[in-house]
């Protein structure tokens, strides 16, 4: 039986430093002198890992509020406190499988987005598995500004979304509408899952094929469960970001395997896409209060 095992820091925003699985390190690596010494409000520390992105991924606070910030560990729970929420974690292996349950405490109303963003350490013949068909928000750069299309179509060029191939100078993102998602590259394979009841789920694609940043570019490709259906939170309207009910709380649920991933018979119905009707310039605050 494959054996998955992940480590964490909670002193350094609770990242996700190893995940091991299939016989080999999943989780890819860079050394940022940045990383160990960031505090809130810092603009984002990129040394890899899976980082806790919350509330938020791109806009500010970058990459969210709680990636910088401390986490405490107790009775196998870690957690952290952020200005406006709570955010604890328990995280449980079993054989060739982990499961991390979340919990979001927070006003009711309060909107918010999380992304496990996981940087993947996988080499140029990697594919990225998702149902064909589903409908995907592209992302031509690292804007608000997304296209409506289908996975695994890329607008404007040829190779599709789930191939990766050799550095070709550019930098995409993109959101697809699926709770699950699933990575080979040889012959190990991972899965990953995300679970929410009554909010929007997807997965986030960051494709960087050496175009990013603008100085000193590197390779990095992030396959991330999320919460929510948007990178920047101040850009998501209705049904775009989870929302906190009167209960005061949002829980979901994370699933890790190392196994072979589940054959789909056919492809998602196809559907017209949506339309990006939010202009480029949005408002930033996201202090919109919504009650669920």
């Known amino acids: 039986m494959t054996t998955l095992s992940i480590e964490t820091d909670p002193a350094h925003g609770g990242r996700w430093t ?96 999380w992304a496990a963003h996981a940087l993947l350490d ?29 996975w695994p179509s890329q607008p404007g060029r040829t190779a599709g979304l789930d191939r990766l191939g050799p550095d070709d100078g550019t930098a995409v993102g993109a959101i697809v509408d699926s709770p699950r998602v699933y990575v080979r590259d040889g012959a190990a394979t991972l899965r990953m899952a995300v679970e929410a009841e009554g909010q929007p789920v997807s997965v986030a694609l960051w494709r960087n094929l050496g175009g990013f940043p603008e100085q000193e570019p590197y390779r990095s490709v992030g396959v991330e469960p999320m919460l929510g259906r948007v990178f920047d939170l101040a850009a998501a309207e209705d049904g775009d970001a989870a929302c906190v009910p009167r209960s005061g709380e949002v829980r979901w649920r994370l699933t890790v395997a190392a196994q072979a991933p589940e054959p789909w018979a056919q492809p998602a119905p196809r559907t017209e896409p949506e339309t990006n009707t939010a202009s480029e310039e949005t408002d930033r605050k996201g202090t919109r209060t919504w009650i669920c």
């Open 122 to 150: 996988l080499s140029e013949e990697a594919c990225i598995g998702i149902r064909d068909g589903t409908p995907t928000r592209f992302y031509p750069d690292n804007g608000t500004r997304w296209i409506p299309c289908f």
């Open 18 to 113: 190893s995940l091991r699985a299939a016989g080999r390190e999943w989780l890819w690596h860079r050394d940022e002198p940045r990383r160990p010494g960031a505090v809130p409000d810092d603009a984002f520390a990129d040394a890899g890992g899976l980082e806790e992105c919350v509330p938020t991924v791109r806009g500010a606070p970058d990459h969210g509020d709680a990636w910088a910030r401390p986490w405490q560990r107790a009775d196998g729970t870690e957690s952290v406190d952020c200005p406006d929420f709570r955010l604890s974690r328990r995280i449980r292996s079993d054989g060739d499988r982990a499961v991390a349950d979340y919990r979001l405490t927070a006003e009711p109303g309060y909107r918010f987005l």
